[in-house]
Each structure stands twice: as structure tokens, then as C-alpha cells.
């Protein structure tokens, strides 16, 4: 990751984040998921920043957006799939 800012954090569980990040010189704003260390919270933020996984928000609206209006069943019980 080039220099940035981080502009806001979502933590999922305390350790799971997606980071909002405004890069420099040129202004961008990019999302990173990952895992923090455990370190602190700062440290964590710039970790996920720097080596989480970049995601895109149009990606994520679609996923949440897809389950929400049009529910499915869970992947173990939809036609030709078996438990174990």
C-alpha cells in the first residue's frame, strides 16, 4: 500500500475488518478485508490496510442484495447436495 489515510474501520467480531482507505498522492478510496493481529487497534487497522484482501463495495451491495430480496436455501440443503 502506497501513503494513506484511513478514514473508518468496521470490525466484524474484533478481529475481522474492513478498512476505508483514501490513498495518496492520487485520492482514492479503497476497502481492504482481513484479520488483525491482536496488536491494537491501530496497528490492526494499518495491517488490514496494508495485506487484507481489496473488495469492492458494488461486489458486497450485490451479495447482501441478492440474499436479502430473493432468500435461499442454505447450500447444504439446495438440490444436489447432501449433508456429509
Known amino acids: 500500500m ?3 489515510n484511513i478514514l473508518d474501520v468496521l470490525w ?3 478481529a475481522i475488518g474492513i478498512v476505508v482507505v483514501e490513498t495518496q498522492p492520487i485520492k482514492e478510496i479503497k ?3 482481513g484479520e488483525g493481529k491482536g496488536v ?3 496497528y490492526d487497522m494499518r ?3 496494508s495485506w487484507g484482501t481489496p473488495i469492492h ?3 458486497v451491495i450485490k451479495f447482501f442484495q441478492r440474499h436479502i430480496h430473493s432468500p ?3 447450500i447444504n440443503q439446495q438440490e444436489g447436495q447432501h449433508d456429509g
Open 40 to 42: 491494537n487497534e491501530e
Open 2 to 4: 502506497t501513503d494513506s
Open 12 to 14: 466484524l467480531n474484533g
Open 72 to 74: 435461499q436455501p442454505p
Open 57 to 59: 463495495p458494488d461486489s
Open 31 to 33: 476497502f481492504y478485508i
Open 47 to 49: 495491517f488490514i490496510a
